[in-house]
C-alpha cells in the first residue's frame, strides 16, 4: 500500500457517515475537518424525523464540547465552514435507502459520494433483540445496498467491535467472519423468530415494560445459543457476515474492529468521552464508594484504546484502501485496533487507578437532609476475587443469602421487612445480570493480533509528519499517565453526573 498524504488525499472527497452523532462518529467528522478544511462534503445521516431536525440535532453537536478547538481554530467562520461543508441529513440505516427520503437528495448522494462510513450501531450488551439485530445486522445490509448505487464508491468502511470473535483466549485473528462458519445460523430465520416473538407478545397484550424485558432476554438467548456472549457482539457479528457475502460492487470494504473504546489521549484535547462506557463502571463504583469486592484475575488483559487513535486508524485505512488498485477478488480488509498486542493492560492496574484517583480527589456526596453541602466519599481498596467461582461465592454468601434469610423471615412472621426485602431482591437482581453480563469480559483471555493493523501503521510512520497527525499505535500511551492525568478526570467532567 503506497500513501502519499493522508491529509492530501482528504482533499476534495466526498464521504457519507452514518450514525454521525455518536462517540466515535464525532471524533471521526471533527478530526476530518480540523486536518482538511477542504474535505467537499460530510453528508451526516441522523436519526431524526425531518431535515430541519437533523439540522438542529446535529448544530446541537457542533456547538457541544468535542468541537471547541475546531470552532476556535475557524472563530467567526465557524458556522459558515460547518454549513458549507457538512449536509445534515435524516435517515435510520435500519430502512431501506437508509430511510432517505426525496429523490434529488439521494441522488446528489449516488452521484458525489467517495466514501461511505458505518459508524451507526446500538452497544447495549443487553439491548431490545429487535433493536439491536434492525440497526447491527440490517442495518449493515442496507448500508452495503446503498453503496452499491454510489457511482464513483471507493471504499465502504464498516466500524465494527474486536469481540465479534467467539475466541476468549490465545491469539485471536484479523479474520473475516463467514456464513456458515457457524452451524445452525441463520439469519433471515433469526428476523422471523424475532417477528414471531413480536407478535406473540402483543397477542398476550403484555405491557411495554414487559415487551421490553422478554425482547432483551431473547436477544441474550439467541446469542448465547450460538456461542456469543451477549446480544451487541452477536448482531455485530452477524452484520460483518452480510457485509463479508456482499456481492456486486466494484468498491473495497474495510472493517475497523476496535477494542474497548476510551476517553482520548490528544485530540480534539485529552480526556474527552461520552457516557459510561464498558470499563467505566468500575470507576463509577469506586466513585460512589461502592466498591467492596471485584473479580480480577491479574493475568487478564483489559484491552481498552482510546477513541482519537480509533478514528486515525480509520482514516487511514480510508485512505490507504481508497486509493490502493484493486488487487483481485479479495476486497475486504480487517484491522484490530486494540492494545492488549502492543501494550498490555491487566485489570488489577484498573482497580488500583481507581483507588488512587478517588482516593486522593473524592466525589462529593448529595447533601443529606438539612444540610447544606455534601460530604467527600470514603473509599477503601476492595477484595480481589483472582476467579469468578470465588467472587460468586463471596457474593451469595455477603448478600445473597442474608437477602433470602430475610425473605424467609418476612414470610414467616408477617410483612414486616417488605420495603426492605424488595429494594434488596432489586438490587441483588441488578448486580447477578451486571456481572453475567460483564464476566466475560473481566475474565477475557484473549489478545486481539493487531498485524494489519502494525502495517498500516508502518506505511504511515515513513512520513514523520503524517505519524504524528494520525498516531494510532498502543505503545505511544503511558498507562500510568492516561488513567490518572486524562481518562479519570475525563470521566469526571464529562460522564459522571
Request: net charge neutral; proline share 5%.
Amino acid at each position: 500500500m503506497e500513501f502519499n498524504s493522508v491529509v492530501e488525499s482528504l482533499e476534495n472527497q466526498s464521504i457519507l457517515v452514518t450514525g454521525a452523532t455518536g462517540f466515535l462518529a464525532k471524533l471521526f467528522v471533527e478530526k476530518l475537518l480540523r486536518v482538511q478544511p477542504n474535505v467537499k462534503q460530510l453528508f451526516l445521516l441522523v436519526r431524526a424525523p425531518n431535515s430541519a431536525s437533523a439540522a438542529r440535532r446535529f448544530n446541537n453537536e457542533a456547538s457541544g464540547e468535542v468541537f471547541k478547538v475546531l470552532r476556535a481554530k475557524h472563530g467567526v467562520r465557524y458556522t459558515t465552514f460547518i454549513s458549507e461543508k457538512v449536509t445534515p441529513i435524516p435517515g435510520d440505516i435500519s430502512l431501506e435507502n437508509l430511510g432517505i427520503t426525496g429523490s434529488n437528495l439521494i441522488n446528489k448522494i449516488w452521484k458525489e459520494v467517495d466514501v461511505v462510513a458505518n459508524f451507526a450501531a446500538t452497544t447495549k450488551f443487553d439491548g431490545r433483540y429487535d433493536d439491536a439485530i434492525l440497526t447491527n445486522t440490517m442495518g449493515a445490509k442496507h448500508v452495503v445496498e446503498f453503496s452499491k448505487k454510489c457511482e464513483k464508491l471507493k471504499l465502504l468502511l464498516h466500524v465494527s467491535t474486536a469481540y465479534v470473535s467467539r475466541e476468549t483466549s490465545g491469539l485471536i485473528l484479523e479474520n473475516p467472519l463467514r456464513m456458515g462458519e457457524t452451524p445452525d445460523l441463520d439469519i433471515e430465520l433469526e428476523m422471523k423468530l424475532v417477528s414471531e416473538r413480536l407478535n406473540e407478545l402483543k397477542a398476550n397484550q403484555v405491557s411495554q415494560e414487559e415487551e421490553m424485558i422478554a425482547m432483551k432476554e431473547f436477544g441474550l438467548e439467541r446469542a448465547r445459543l450460538f456461542g456469543w456472549p451477549n446480544t451487541y457482539v452477536f448482531t455485530k457479528a452477524m452484520g460483518e457476515m452480510i457485509i463479508g457475502e456482499s456481492k456486486g460492487h466494484d468498491h473495497k470494504v474495510v472493517v475497523l474492529r476496535p477494542a474497548m473504546v476510551t476517553s482520548t489521549l490528544k485530540e480534539p484535547f485529552p480526556g474527552w468521552i461520552e457516557g459510561v462506557r464498558t470499563i467505566d463502571s468500575i470507576f463509577l463504583t469506586f466513585a460512589k464508594g461502592k466498591c467492596k469486592c471485584v473479580p480480577a484475575d491479574p493475568q487478564t488483559v483489559m484491552d481498552v484504546i482510546p477513541g482519537d487513535l480509533v478514528v486515525n486508524a480509520a482514516i487511514v485505512a480510508m485512505v490507504g484502501h481508497a486509493n490502493k488498485p484493486s488487487d483481485g477478488d479479495d476486497r475486504q480488509f480487517i484491522y484490530h485496533t486494540g492494545s492488549s498486542a502492543k501494550a498490555p493492560l491487566h485489570s488489577t492496574k484498573l482497580i488500583h487507578y481507581a483507588y488512587q484517583y478517588f482516593s486522593k480527589n473524592p466525589m462529593i456526596s448529595a447533601p443529606s437532609k438539612g444540610e447544606s453541602f455534601g460530604k467527600p466519599i470514603k473509599i477503601a481498596y476492595p477484595i480481589i476475587f483472582p476467579t469468578m467461582a470465588s467472587f460468586l461465592f463471596f457474593f451469595y454468601v455477603t448478600c445473597v443469602f442474608p437477602v433470602k434469610v430475610m425473605l424467609l423471615l418476612n414470610t414467616l412472621f408477617g410483612d414486616h421487612f417488605h420495603d426492605i426485602c424488595s429494594t434488596a431482591e432489586r438490587k441483588i437482581k441488578l448486580l447477578l445480570r451486571m456481572i453475567e453480563l460483564y464476566k466475560p469480559y473481566a475474565l477475557f483471555k484473549g489478545i486481539f493480533d493487531d498485524s494489519n493493523t502494525d502495517k498500516l501503521g508502518m506505511e504511515v510512520r515513513l512520513n514523520e509528519a503524517e505519524a504524528n497527525t494520525f498516531y494510532f499505535d498502543p505503545k505511544c500511551i503511558n498507562w500510568d499517565d492516561y488513567f490518572m492525568n486524562i481518562h479519570i478526570p475525563g470521566l469526571v467532567n464529562y460522564a459522571f453526573k
